[in-house]
């Protein structure tokens, strides 16, 4: 009777401390991602930047943009994930970034040979812990515009992590949605009449373009 009670003990030990390790296995948590300030060397304000010519190029920008965004285009190709449909809206441009108080950079470009109807922003955080990564495309609305030119775009803005449903707008970083804002005055002619958000999760939440301060906006509720 004694020898049955101490191999229950037994049992009963050996599955506390199995269930131990499963909860400390649970909660340990992730790894921290690779930190994106190699992307400094790009900055376009450097004197000197023949040895870093174009971000494009470096075997860390399709990784970056891989880890970051695994949603599906859906501005572009819904059977494309979004990472190679940022790869493709920012593959125009002169290859350098901005970088704005020593931690925020800047990425902008748009598709071969349709330069005027598919722009894309990217926007690094490079001291967040895990990397805040965002991505905007400005797209045209169809049948619209004179002489081919368009005017009317819709925006689409992907973030790496999950913000709240209900207050996307307010959970959006200042210091992207001044970097957006300057982005689309630079560029000039596009007046924004929708606007949508994507989580990580793929849920796509409705924004006002009013709400997003963007410049040129004209603050209609986007259509569903």
């Known amino acids: ?58 075997p860390r920008f399709r990784p970056l943009l891989e880890q ?7 501005y572009w190709n819904k059977r494309d994930p979004l990472w190679k449909g940022a790869y493709t809206f920012l593959q ?37 812990k895990n990397s805040e990564v ?7 609305i169809p049948g619209e515009g004179k002489h081919g030119v368009p005017s009317l775009f819709h925006l689409w803005i992907f973030c790496n992590h999950s913000l709240p449903q209900d207050f996307v707008e307010k959970s959006l970083p200042d210091e992207f ?8 005055g630079e560029i000039g002619g596009r007046h924004v009449v929708s606007a949508m958000f994507v989580g990580p999760e793929n849920k796509m939440t409705p924004l006002l373009p009013s709400a997003l301060h963007s410049t040129g906006t004209s603050g209609q509720p986007h259509e569903e």
């Open 134 to 140: 965002i991505f905007a495309a400005l797209t045209a």
């Open 1 to 58: 009777m004694k020898r049955l009670f101490s191999i229950r003990i037994a049992v009963a030990a050996l599955m506390v401390l199995g269930m131990g390790t499963l909860i400390t296995a649970q909660m340990k948590p992730s790894p921290a991602a690779p930190s994106a300030k190699w992307l400094f060397r790009y900055d376009e304000s450097l004197p000197d930047p023949t040895h870093h010519s174009d971000v494009r190029t470096d």
């Open 92 to 128: 125009v441009g002169s290859g350098k970034v901005k970088v704005k108080e020593n931690r925020y950079v800047i990425i902008s470009g748009c598709v071969p040979h349709m330069c005027p109807e598919e722009v894309g922003f990217l926007w690094v955080d490079t001291d967040s």
């Open 177 to 184: 949605l001044y970097s957006m804002q300057d982005w689309i």
């Open 68 to 74: 970051n965004f695994h949603q599906q285009a859906f």
